[in-house]
Nanobody, 125 residues
Framework: QLVESGGGSVETGGSLRLSCTAS??????????LAWFRQAPGHEREGLAS???????TYAERVQGRFFISLDNDKSTLFLQMNDLKPEDAAMYYC????????????????????WGQGTQVTVS
């Protein structure tokens, strides 16, 4: 089960760190991919960042250099460090898991992920 936390309200330019429990996948499967997505009202759900079981990360261009995905040392918790937040970053943020490692070009697409959390809301004013 994926459970996100850490969302909230922040001012423009501020930072937040989102967390997602991931041990149900990282401690069970030898190969997996974890990712963060977001969805704002009236918009499609978009992939932001992913990390594979080998530690390879991928970022969407719009968050490259501002957002950072990581796992803790125990690989139990997935994080998304978000810096220099902008009003357009406001959305519901979801973590997702896949028990495969998709092709590089697919890691920020919804299709490979069949496990999703309930989301955590981020507001930027």
């Amino acid at each position: 089960q994926l459970v996100e936390s850490g969302g909230g309200s922040v001012e423009t330019g501020g930072s937040l760190r989102l967390s997602c429990t991931a041990s149900g996948y990282t401690h069970v499967y030898t190969k997996y991919t974890l990712a963060w997505f977001r969805q704002a009202p009236g918009h499609e759900r978009e992939g932001l960042a992913s990390v594979t079981s080998a530690g390879v990360t991928t970022y969407a261009e719009r968050v490259q250099g501002r957002f950072f995905i990581s796992l803790d040392n125990d690989k139990s918790t997935l994080f998304l460090q978000m810096n220099d937040l902008k009003p357009e970053d406001a959305a519901m943020y979801y973590c997702a898991a896949s028990v495969i490692v998709p092709q590089l070009g697919s890691r920020l697409m919804r299709r490979p992920y069949n496990h999703w959390g309930q989301g955590t809301q981020v507001t930027v004013s």
